[in-house]
């Protein structure tokens, strides 16, 4: 599999939603507004300086695929990154879903595209960073569900006290 096609029919509390996930440019109006909502999210909780966020410019770059999940009427209503640094090393970036469908796993799914590309890829580890505050910990729970364990700071970001970080070592 590699990571780039495809859409599942999920059912989540009791209702069936459909759901697609697929590699999208960030350059739509849609990604732009979720990219917007993702950091009005995030600004009030951490210090700015401290926050490390792609923008849709730098989410085009040929280095970074950009999952973008969709509800059964086309709706943006989730998306995420994998950066590849080379070296074997990617990066999860710009993990987000709408407030409407948290809890109901898209998150994951998304996390799991951008790993199923990850191993197509060959990359062997994939970090991430994200915020140390409260508000951050539905991000903590995919995460973590997914598999990744915390670990000490990665690639240049400072180890501020304002960042948590994930890594999780893929088999090939």
Do not use: W
């Amino acid at each position: 599999m590699d990571g780039t096609k495809g859409g599942a029919a999920r059912a989540f509390r009791g209702q069936a939603v459909t759901v697609s996930i697929a590699v999208e440019t960030p350059l739509q109006d849609d990604v732009r507004a979720l990219v917007a909502d993702l950091n009005a999210y995030l600004i009030p909780l951490t210090p700015r300086e401290f926050q490390f966020q792609l923008t849709v410019e730098q989410m085009a770059e040929p280095s970074v695929t950009l999952f973008v999940a969709r509800d059964g009427e086309g709706r943006a209503i989730g998306m995420g990154a994998l950066k590849d640094h080379g070296g074997g090393l990617g990066e999860v970036k710009r993990m987000y879903t709408r407030p409407a469908v948290r809890g109901r796993r898209v998150g994951a799914a998304i996390l799991g595209r951008i790993e199923g590309l990850a191993r197509a890829k060959g990359i062997a580890r994939l970090v991430l960073e994200t915020g140390e505050a409260p508000g951050f910990e539905p991000a903590y729970r995919v995460y973590e569900r997914g598999g990744f364990e915390r670990c000490g700071a990665v690639l240049d970001y400072p180890d501020s006290g304002f960042s948590r970080f994930y890594e999780k070592k893929l088999d090939r």
